[in-house]
């Protein structure tokens, strides 16, 4: 049976204005000049339903956004790059989330958001189940991002998602509410690809080493490890295979805001597209390199051709 979509994004679609360059001593300054100050789509759905959409799949988003200016900015984006927002919850009681990012000379950064903003008051009201028949894979872009979507809920989610068989990714960040690997362990259970960072992945699970912590996520049911070691790229740990495959060289990072979303939009890709494990994290590893040299979350991938570009270079550079 054919589906009218590719991807569900289930998560955060909120507003970023990224500062960039700051130094760390920014306070330290009464007036701060910048070259530029600008208001860009941010939040990890919206930026992996903007990025596969532009590597050519059929996206729907998820999430809550206020009535609001901020909520229109995020609207004309979605149509822009022909994102499906029929399942959008547009709430007149909350703001849209607006997050103000510091971006220093290397790349580092750190956000000042707003936390009665609605990415704190999105839950799974804002699921629609019924249209996880219309689509072949299910992203949770990141567990621990929106607070009221907790194990549970999470849980909820993905058993629904399995009755329509989709497939489930999902990525993650640093806990928000003090939350543990035992309260999304059975939420994990449902995910055939999981996306940690290689901090997140040490904090959640107390350990360093890349293959004992791949071995506790498959313990809990996760069926492929993906983990994102940065700039060395990704290690994939399944119950049949480990490999490690190394990032893109000779890339400058300008702004490092949404390179796991994009990475995660590359891996997606590929698994939509068919590719084994090794050409998805390929194909996830060079997404992710263009995206970190322009500042932005979504400004760096603009399409499929971009991504292929930079691929033929990454193979003839291993």
Same mark, same amino acid.
């Given at each position: ?20 360059? /700051?130094?760390? @001593? ?5 007036? $701060? ?5 600008? #208001?860009? +789509?941010?939040?990890? &759905?919206? @930026? ?11 996206? &729907? ?15 004309? &984006? ?12 547009? !709430?007149? @009681? /909350? ?22 903003? *609605? ?6 009201? !804002?699921?629609?189940? !019924? ?26 989610? %993905? #058993? ?7 497939? +489930?990714?999902?990525? #993650? ?17 449902? /995910?055939? $690809? ?18 004992? +912590?791949?071995?506790? %996520? ?16 990704? $290690? ?18 300008? !702004? ?5 979303? @994009? %990475?995660?939009?590359? %891996? ?17 590893? /060079?997404?992710? &390199?263009? *995206? ?21 270079? $990454?193979?003839?550079?291993?």
């Amino acid at each position: 049976m054919s589906k009218n979509l590719d991807v569900i994004c289930i998560g955060a679609a909120i507003v970023d204005i990224p500062l960039q360059p /700051v130094s760390k @001593n920014i306070f330290d300054i009464e007036s $701060y000049p910048l070259n530029r100050i600008s #208001m860009t +789509i941010g939040g990890d &759905a919206i @930026n992996e339903a903007t990025i596969i959409s532009r590597l050519g799949h059929k996206v &729907a988003l998820m999430s809550r956004i206020g009535k609001d200016a901020a909520g229109n900015f995020i609207l004309e &984006a979605c149509e822009k790059d022909n994102i499906d927002v029929k399942s959008i919850h547009i !709430d007149e @009681n /909350v703001d849209t989330s607006i997050n103000v990012g510091l971006v220093t000379e290397d790349g580092e950064r750190t956000f000042v958001t707003n936390r009665n903003g *609605s990415l704190w008051r999105t839950t799974i009201e !804002d699921v629609d189940f !019924d249209r996880f028949k219309d689509a072949r894979l299910l992203s949770l872009a990141s567990i621990f991002n929106n607070p009221l979507l907790n194990g549970p809920a999470l849980e909820k989610i %993905f #058993m629904e998602a399995k009755k329509s068989n989709l497939i +489930i990714c999902a990525d #993650m960040i640093k806990a928000r509410l003090c939350e543990t690997l035992e309260d999304i362990r059975k939420a994990l259970s449902y /995910v055939d $690809y999981f996306f940690p960072n290689y901090e997140e992945a040490c904090i959640i699970t107390g350990k360093t080493d890349l293959n004992e +912590i791949a071995d506790i %996520f498959l313990e809990c049911g996760v069926k492929n490890v993906v983990i994102k070691t940065g700039k060395k790229g990704c $290690y994939i740990k399944n119950n049949k295979q480990t490999l490690e495959i190394p990032a893109c060289k000779n890339i400058k990072a300008i !702004d490092t805001i949404g390179a796991g979303d @994009n %990475f995660a939009s590359g %891996f997606i890709t590929g698994i939509l597209d068919g590719k084994t494990l090794k050409e998805c994290a390929e194909f996830a590893n /060079v997404t992710a &390199a263009i *995206s970190v040299q322009s500042v932005g979350a979504t400004t760096g991938v603009q399409n499929r051709e971009q991504v292929e570009k930079l691929l033929q270079v $990454y193979h003839k550079e291993k």
